[in-house]
């Protein structure tokens, strides 16, 4: 098996880094709120370890709305991230993206499920079509051996 390449192996465990401590960032942020805060499903760092993208997503928000005042805070999130970050000597630029995974799944779910029940009603009415045909030639029997 071929090794990753030192720089790929950096992004990734600074990518995980970078989610862990927003995650818990985030939480405190947003904990004395009503409605949840953001959550951070990926985050992708550039092998130059330059810049991050954050994808996040929240229950019934807004996808621009969330990015803009995410991506405006930029500042106050890089100094909560620069204390977990400090063995690195240039912190990445962040960028907040809007993970659309989550409405493409639950779209994709209904999708599924309505051709089901057009599946499961169409073998029903063929079901219910083949009992009354079976129902009529058992008749027209009764009546001719009759």
Excluded: C
Aim: charged content about 20%; overall charge neutral; proline content about 3%.
């Amino acid at each position: 098996m071929a090794r990753k390449p030192a720089a790929s192996q950096r992004a990734k465990r600074l990518s995980d880094l970078i989610q862990r401590e927003l995650s818990m960032i985030f939480f405190q942020a947003y904990s004395n709120l009503r409605e949840p805060g953001p959550t951070i499903t990926n985050v992708e760092v550039a092998n130059d370890l330059s810049m991050a993208t954050i994808w996040v997503t929240q229950l019934d928000s807004d996808a621009t709305k969330l990015e803009q005042t995410l991506n405006s805070k930029i500042g106050q999130w890089k100094k909560a991230l620069a204390p977990a970050l400090a063995s690195l000597h240039k912190m990445p630029n962040l960028r907040f993206k809007y993970d659309l995974s989550i409405e493409h799944g639950l779209h994709i779910n209904s999708l599924i499920a309505a051709a089901m029940a057009k599946t499961q009603a169409s073998e029903s009415a063929e079901k219910n079509a083949s009992t009354e045909q079976s129902d009529e030639q058992s008749l027209e029997t009764l009546q001719n051996n009759g």
